[in-house]
């Protein structure tokens, strides 16, 4: 069974960083993708930034330019760098991992990380 761990949420006044950290473990065959997807009160999931297994990267429009999705194989960890946040930013963030074992795909999901950015 593959285990998520997340860390690096937290409070942040508007204009700042944070980097957001998602560690797997457990056996799996390959990985596919890694993304971080956030939800806010009120509002739905959405798909936040996403890294395939060959380094393609897709962003939604809310975040590009301030954003930057990546990845260390060795460590089968993923990052997310939040640079000039801002107080819609603030949401609940979860990594996602779709991995394949024995030839069929599975997805795990961390656990989620509160990041609040104060205006």
């Known amino acids: 069974q593959v285990q998520l761990v997340e860390s690096g949420g937290g409070l942040v006044q508007a204009g700042g960083s944070l980097r957001l950290s998602c560690a797997a473990s457990?056996?799996?065959?390959?990985?596919?993708?890694m993304d971080w997807y956030r939800q806010a009160p009120g509002k739905q999931r959405e798909l936040v930034a996403r890294?395939?297994?060959?380094?393609?990267?897709n962003y939604a429009d809310s975040v590009k330019g301030r954003f930057t999705i990546s990845r260390d194989n060795a460590k089968n960890t993923l990052y997310l760098q939040m640079n000039s946040l801002k107080p819609e930013d603030t949401a609940v963030y979860c990594c996602?991992?779709?991995?394949?074992?024995?030839?069929?795909?599975?997805?795990?999901w961390g656990q989620g990380s509160q990041v609040t950015v104060s205006s």
């Open positions: 890294i395939t297994n060959g380094g393609s990267t």
């Open positions: 457990g056996r799996f065959s390959s990985i596919n993708a």
């Open positions: 996602n991992m779709e991995y394949v074992v024995l030839g069929k795909t599975f997805a795990a």
